[in-house]
């Protein structure tokens, strides 16, 4: 079974700082796939970044990127230059390999509620 | 392009009542997927459709509950009868076919509470 932690119930950042969400996980697969959601205020998922466990790079999208440390087990998000708006609960998931029947499925952590501080 | 739709948003019902949530998936989009958001349980997914068939159910949590996709442009989700404990945040999610990440997209949620 596959499961995700997110250790962090809460974190503060100062507007314009950088800050690490931080994301562990644990499965028997060899491939599979790690997702981050953020859920702001307004109650909506908006993916933010994806990583395949075979990706040889660190994913990036924008402000976000993903400090992928495979031997550790942990996919951690980094937002840069925080901002006011990025104020939202973030949940970190995983899916599956792509040939098991149940790839579709995505397992949640528990998230983290960021708020940025003016 | 119109994301996932889901309504109503908000739904308040009497505990024994017949709940129906609705969603409109991104069209085009082969998978549907029906979740439930607690302080509790964080969310959860009952249920998953590809091309209109349920593939996965067991993630719902009695027989109370049932979803049902009679086409690729609308899914609903029934709670009969309702009870306080369904009270929750349900999301429709959709997602491509065809994709290298198999991501999904999010509705706006349904926020149920039942008294």
């Known amino acids: 079974a596959q499961k995700i932690t997110q250790t962090q119930p809460g974190m503060f950042v100062q507007e314009k700082e950088a800050v690490t969400l931080d994301c562990t996980y644990d499965t028997s697969d060899q491939s599979y796939g790690l997702f981050w959601y953020k859920q702001p205020s307004s109650g909506e998922m908006i993916f933010l970044i994806y990583?395949?466990?075979?990706?040889?790079q660190n994913a990036t999208e924008g402000r976000y990127s993903l400090n992928f440390q495979k031997a550790r087990k942990s996919a951690n998000l980094v937002i840069s230059a925080s901002q006011l708006g990025d104020s939202a609960m973030y949940f970190c998931?995983?899916?599956?390999?792509?040939?098991?029947?149940?790839?579709?499925?995505?397992?949640f952590g528990s998230g983290t509620q960021l708020t940025v501080l003016p | 392009d119109a994301g996932v739709i889901q309504s109503p948003r908000h739904e308040v019902t009497e505990m024994g009542q017949e709940v129906t949530l609705r969603c409109k998936p991104i069209s085009g989009h082969d998978y549907l997927f029906w979740y439930r958001q607690t302080m509790m349980r964080g969310l959860e997914l009952l249920i998953y459709?590809?091309?209109?068939?349920?593939?996965?159910d067991s993630g719902m949590p009695e027989d109370r509950f049932s979803a049902k996709m009679p086409n690729a442009s609308f899914s609903t989700l029934k709670i009969q009868p309702s009870e306080p404990r369904d009270s929750a945040v349900y999301f429709c999610?959709?997602?491509?076919?065809?994709?290298?990440?198999?991501?999904?997209?999010f509705g706006p949620g349904t926020r149920l509470t039942v008294l």
């Open positions: 990583q395949g466990s075979y990706d040889e």
């Open positions: 459709f590809n091309n209109n068939v349920p593939i996965d």
């Open positions: 999610a959709s997602g491509p076919g065809t994709s290298r990440h198999n991501e999904q997209f």
């Open positions: 998931a995983m899916r599956r390999p792509i040939s098991s029947g149940s790839a579709r499925q995505l397992t």
